[in-house]
Structures are given as C-alpha cells and as structure tokens.
C-alpha cells in the first residue's frame, strides 16, 4: 500500500474519532442538541450525523431522540474523567485572565475553582509551562471598569430558576430604593454588567448597572409575568452597539 494513502487513511479515521468524542461531549454539555447544530458545529452533512449518532449508539452510549427539541443522552450516564492537552489549558489560562477582569468576585472564585480541578489532571511537565505562562499573560484595564462587586453569581441562579429577586439599588444620582423584580438576562455593554429585568414597580423592562447593586436577595417565588420578552429583543433598544 502506498504510504501516504495509507497515512491519510489513518488521519480519516482518527478524525471521525475525535469528532465521535467531541459530539459526545456537545450531547453531555446541553439538555438537548439538534442534528443541525452538530453539523455545524463540525462541518458535516446531516446524513453523517445521522451515521454518527448511529454509531455512538452501538459503543453503548444512551443517545435518545425529541421530535422538535433533538438528541439527549439519556440521564444517569456519564462520561469519564477526560484529560485536557496543553491548547486547551492555556485557552482557559488565558481566560481566567478575562473573567478576573471582566466578572466580578464571585465569579471569579467560581472559575478558579474550576480551573485548578482541570490543572489537577494535567501531566507534571503541563504544569509548569502554565505555571510559566501564567506569570507572563497579563492584562491592564482602564480604572473606569470596575467589578468590586460579587452579584453576577447569584444572579445567574435566579434568571436560570426564573425566581423574582429583591434588590437594593443606587442610581446614577445616588437615589436608593428597593425593587422586586422579574430578571431576564445579563448583559455586559459600556464596559459594565448590566442586570435586564422586569420591575414590579415601575411595570417595565428596567436596566440595573450590576455595581450600583447594592444587595441581592432571592425570594424564591416564581415569575408572575409570563412569557418574557427576549433578551436578543431587548437588546435591539440598548443605547449603545458596544
């Protein structure tokens, strides 16, 4: 056989492996995903992701279908730990840089916990170019962004659970007042978070500048208001594009 036939042979199948791998753990990171997404996603016809579904089937893995909604693994099943090469680790090295700059602590503390379970996995010698990396990646940012604040995490939690959440609030002028409102979204625009909900007192979509937040709590009761406009709508009337 010719050896660069043979070559790109392998180089196919060892492809096909890595994108099986790789839509396993697409299907494991999203409650559904549908056949569109994955091709996509990897640049494959929807014949193939068919053939691939197919074939992650018969290695035992409990894929399921949706009509309307799409592929899941059934729940119970999950993948084995999984080791990450030195890309990937320094793609999130990096990123911990962005979210210590761009988060605000709480998030931050979240991340790094994430991330130092990911160095737990890495070979000796991984370790110490990140070690190195990280002492010369850094990152400088004007004193008008600041993220002394520690709400985006909770905030998170209350706009996934839909829970009304009351908040102390400082506006631009300094004025304090208390809200129950319904949140929506969080966007980051103007170098600032931003905290997009419904207000039960003004019964209209408001923006909260998350730093002039001064307290969060949640009150565990569900929306009142439904269905939500969109955040993608909501941010068509932003003041700025950026």
């Known amino acids: 056989m010719n050896i660069f036939v043979s070559i790109k042979t392998t180089n196919k199948v060892m492809n096909r492996i890595d994108r099986l791998f790789g839509i396993l753990l697409l299907l494991q990171t999203r409650k559904y995903t549908n056949a569109d997404r994955i ?24 894929i399921s279908f949706e009509p309307a909604k799409g592929y899941f693994i059934v729940q119970g099943y999950f993948l084995p730990p999984i080791s990450f090469n030195s ?17 605000d602590q ?21 370790k110490e170019k990140l070690e190195f990396l990280d002492n010369n990646i850094k990152l400088q940012l004007p004193e008008s962004i600041k993220n002394e604040f ?20 400082s506006n631009y002028n ?9 949140p929506i979204g969080l966007v980051f625009y103007a170098f ?3 905290l997009i909900a419904w207000c039960h007192l003004r019964l209209e979509y408001r923006d909260f500048r998350v730093s ?7 009150l565990e009761i569900p929306f009142k208001k439904t269905p939500h406009l969109s955040l993608n709508d909501y941010m068509k009337s932003l003041p700025v594009n950026y």
């Open 39 to 62: 091709a996509d996603q990897y640049q494959i016809s929807i014949r193939t992701v068919y053939r691939d579904i197919r074939a992650l089937c018969e290695q035992g893995i409990p």
């Open 87 to 103: 890309d990937e680790a320094n793609a999130l090295l990096i990123m911990e840089k962005l979210v210590a700059g761009f988060t």
């Open 106 to 126: 709480s998030i931050t503390t979240h991340y790094n916990t994430a991330l130092n379970k990911v160095k737990a996995v890495l070979k000796h010698n991984q």
């Open 150 to 169: 520690e709400y985006l995490s909770v905030l998170q939690q209350t706009i996934s659970a839909q829970h009304i959440i009351e908040i102390a609030y």
């Open 174 to 182: 300094q004025e304090n007042s208390n809200r129950q409102v319904e």
């Open 192 to 194: 600032n978070w931003h």
């Open 212 to 218: 002039r937040i001064v307290k969060v709590r949640n």
